[in-house]
Nanobody, 121 residues
Framework: QVQLQESGGGLVQPGGSLGMSCTAS????????MGWWRQAPGKQRELVAD???????HYHDSVRGRFTITRDAVRRAVYLEMNDLQPQDTAVYLC???????????????WGQGTQVTVSS
């Protein structure tokens, strides 16, 4: 079984900063893309940022320049540093990872439990 454990997030005032982490564990054979999607009430889910095992990084246009995604391959962890947070960043952030398990043969997405980020004065 595979687990993605998230931590971080919380409540911050506009212009503030937060950090989040996500660690994958369990029956992992190969691990490629890791990152975060976010879901805000009444809005479509959007891909915030992701990073591949080869070091490629992608950001949603709305967070580029404010958010930074990094990765620790040894710990199987991914981190999201969020700066200059704005009310429109308020959402549940969902960590994901693209994994082949030790008893599988295909890539499959696994998800974390979700972390609330609220930006409000």
């Amino acid at each position: 079984q595979v687990q993605l454990q998230e931590s971080g997030g919380g409540l911050v005032q506009p212009g503030g900063s937060l950090g989040m982490s996500c660690t994958a564990s369990g029956t992992i054979f190969r691990l490629d893309v890791m990152g975060w999607w976010r879901q805000a009430p009444g809005k479509q889910r959007e891909l915030v940022a992701d990073t591949t095992s080869s070091g490629l990084v992608h950001y949603h246009d709305s967070v580029r320049g404010r958010f930074t995604i990094t990765r620790d391959a040894v710990r199987r962890a991914v981190y999201l540093e969020m700066n200059d947070l704005q009310p429109q960043d308020t959402a549940v952030y969902l960590c994901f990872a693209d994994i082949i398990t030790t008893n599988g043969s295909d890539w499959k997405y696994f998800w974390g439990q979700g972390t609330q980020v609220t930006v409000s004065s």
